[in-house]
C-alpha cells in the first residue's frame, strides 16, 4: 500500500490549510477496511497523533490539541482521507504525516508504532 500526502504549505494564523492522503498498490484490498490516521512531527519533537479514522464503524478521533479546529474525513471510492485544518495556530507547524494500517484495534488509533504504511510527509508552516 502506497500512501501519497499532499496539501501542506504555509498559513498565517487563524487561517485554514487541507491535507489530502491517497492510497494506492496492489496490495490495497478494500481501502474501507483500513484504518486511517494522521500524525506530525515537529522539529526535536517524537511523532504524535493528530487525527484517525477507524477501519469499519466511521468513528473518528482526536487529539485534543486539535479537536475542534481539525476535521477528519474518508472518500472510500476515491481511496483518500483528508484533514481540514482551521484556526491554525503557531504549534501546528510540523511535518504531518498521513497512516494507515488494517489490523489496527481501536485502542491503538493513536499510537503511531500500530500503523503498517506510512506517507512520505507534507510539511505545514503556521507563521504568528
Known amino acids: 500500500v502506497q500512501l501519497q500526502a499532499s496539501g501542506g504549505g504555509l498559513a498565517q494564523a487563524g487561517g485554514s490549510l487541507r491535507l489530502s492522503c491517497a492510497a494506492s498498490g496492489r496490495t490495497l484490498s478494500t481501502f474501507s477496511s483500513y484504518a486511517m490516521g494522521w500524525f506530525r512531527q515537529a522539529p526535536g519533537k517524537e511523532r504524535e497523533f493528530v487525527a484517525a479514522?477507524?477501519?469499519?464503524?466511521?468513528?473518528?478521533y482526536y487529539a485534543d490539541s486539535v479537536k475542534g479546529r481539525f476535521t477528519i474525513s474518508r472518500d472510500n471510492a476515491k481511496n483518500t482521507v483528508t484533514l481540514q485544518m482551521n484556526s491554525l495556530k503557531p504549534e501546528d507547524t510540523a511535518v504531518y504525516y498521513c497512516a494507515a494500517d488494517e489490523r489496527i484495534i481501536l485502542s491503538s488509533l493513536r499510537d503511531p508504532r500500530r500503523y503498517e504504511h506510512w506517507g512520505q510527509g507534507t510539511l505545514v508552516t503556521v507563521s504568528s
Open positions: 479514522f477507524s477501519r469499519s464503524g466511521g468513528r473518528t
